[in-house]
């Protein structure tokens, strides 16, 4: 191979694959001890190479190759600290109720899904985008093309609706 030649050719890269591929997958999973990781960092760093082949020589390639494997492994270990810091920041969330709590919670969520699931289409439309997307009934009687007096209808018919199905709202 020429001094200056670069890896733009099919077969070059491929012998260059084939020469440091496997040293380098090496070299980088002994210091991650994850082979997943290993096979991503030595797949990225070819990726690299093929993308810059023009700029990287034949005798520049095997140095380039760990450069860049290298520095990715070390951009993730820095990425990691990172989130680490940040979740050692962030109070507990510990739940501090008490499971009947939570139970009762978590029950009370299923009816209401479900009384909310029973309402008419209309009806339900009307619900959710008043008390979820904190629409005006103006806002709802424009995006439905309904008048406000329909809007309020079908708010009062969903409530009473929900108020039988479950006592508590």
Same mark, same amino acid.
């Given at each position: ?5 670069? +890896? ?8 260059? #694959?084939?020469?440091?591929?496997? =040293?380098? *997958? ?9 082979? @997943? &990781? ?11 190479? *093929?993308?810059?082949?023009?700029? $990287?020589? $034949? ?27 940040? @979740? ?5 969330? #510990?739940?501090?109720? =008490? ?15 479900? @009384? ?6 209309? &009806? ?12 005006? #009934? ?8 309904? =008048? $406000?007096?329909? +809007? ?18």
């Amino acid at each position: 191979m020429k001094e200056k030649e670069n +890896v733009c050719e099919e077969q070059i890269f491929n012998k260059i #694959y084939d020469d440091h591929g496997q =040293s380098l *997958w090496r070299f980088i999973f002994f210091k991650c001890g994850n082979e @997943a &990781q290993a096979d991503d960092l030595v797949q990225d760093a070819f990726i690299k190479l *093929w993308q810059h082949c023009a700029k $990287v020589t $034949v005798q520049k390639s095997k140095s380039f190759l760990y450069t860049i494997t290298n520095n990715a492994f070390l951009n993730e270990v820095a990425h990691k600290k990172v989130v680490l810091k940040h @979740a050692k920041q962030q109070p507990d969330k #510990y739940n501090h109720q =008490s499971p009947e709590f939570i139970l009762e919670e978590k029950q009370f969520q299923d009816k209401l899904q479900n @009384a909310i699931a029973n309402l008419t289409e209309a &009806q339900r439309t009307a619900f959710l985008l008043n008390r979820i997307e904190g629409k005006k #009934y103006r806002e709802i009687a424009e995006l439905l093309d309904i =008048s $406000v007096k329909a +809007v309020e209808k079908r708010m009062s018919l969903a409530l009473a609706s929900l108020r039988k199905e479950i006592d508590s709202i």
